[in-house]
């Protein structure tokens, strides 16, 4: 069975500092990871998307990694703003599962200081 | 826009009152789910469907029902609620299944 997990739970940082969001998955047979932000009391935004044959993609400041073989995908974020202050959730999904259901973790809450 | 919505946002019923919980996609997605988020549970799906006429369970489908008559409606059906049902509900759609998912603003169920 799929399990997820963000490590840390909360992450405060200054701004302009660059920082990385862990997540890890137990099973490396994942059709794609897909990583998402939410605001307090919103909807999930998707922010990237990683096939399993890709190893990373990018969006602005912005950049997903994607390690089958270790069961890990880091999300980047350079040079963070206030604005980027939000819960980050990342979910891995398996194609020949329930439809390709997310399976997701419990989420980064970030906080960036200005 | 291309977008995902959900009707109400907000909603406060009382036990056993037989509600539905809208959902409308506008991109022709084929595949449309339904999650849960509870604190220290996280996201968890309910039902999904393939196509129109085509669903199936998730993960936590008991007290749910569901219907896809249309391709972009995805109606969440509590015939008679109780207060563990009590969770903020999402909406999600993809092109197909596997393919990028595009979630709705959520829908804040309390139960007394």
Not at chain 1, 63 to 78: E, F, M, P, Q
Not at chain 2, 59 to 78: A, H, Q, T, W
Request: proline share 6%; with cysteine.
């Amino acid at each position: 069975k799929q399990e997820v997990t963000q490590i840390p739970a909360a992450l405060s940082v200054p701004e302009g500092e660059n920082l990385v969001l862990n997540c890890s998955f137990t099973d490396s047979a994942i059709y794609n990871l897909q990583w998402f932000r939410q605001d307090p009391g919103k909807g999930l935004t998707s922010l990237l998307l990683i096939q399993s044959s890709q190893r990373e993609q990018t969006s602005g400041r912005l950049n997903a990694s994607l390690d089958k073989s270790s069961g890990r995908s880091t999300l980047y974020i350079a040079a963070s703003q206030p604005g980027d202050s939000a819960t980050y959730l990342c979910a891995a999904s398996d194609l020949y599962n329930q439809g390709g259901k997310l399976i997701f973790g419990q989420g980064t809450e970030l906080s960036v200081k200005p | 826009e291309a977008q995902v919505t959900q009707n109400p946002r907000y909603l406060i019923t009382v036990t056993g009152k037989k509600l539905t919980v809208t959902c409308s996609q506008n991109m022709n997605h084929e595949y449309m789910s339904w999650y849960r988020q509870d604190p220290g549970l996280g996201l968890r799906q309910i039902y999904y469907s393939m196509n129109v006429e085509v669903t199936d369970k998730g993960d936590v489908p008991e007290g749910y029902k569901v219907s896809r008559k249309e391709k972009r409606n995805f109606p969440l059906i509590l015939e008679s609620p109780s207060p563990n049902q009590t969770s903020l509900y999402f909406c999600a759609s993809s092109l197909y299944p596997g393919y990028e998912q595009y979630f709705g603003p959520g829908t804040r169920l309390t139960v007394t």
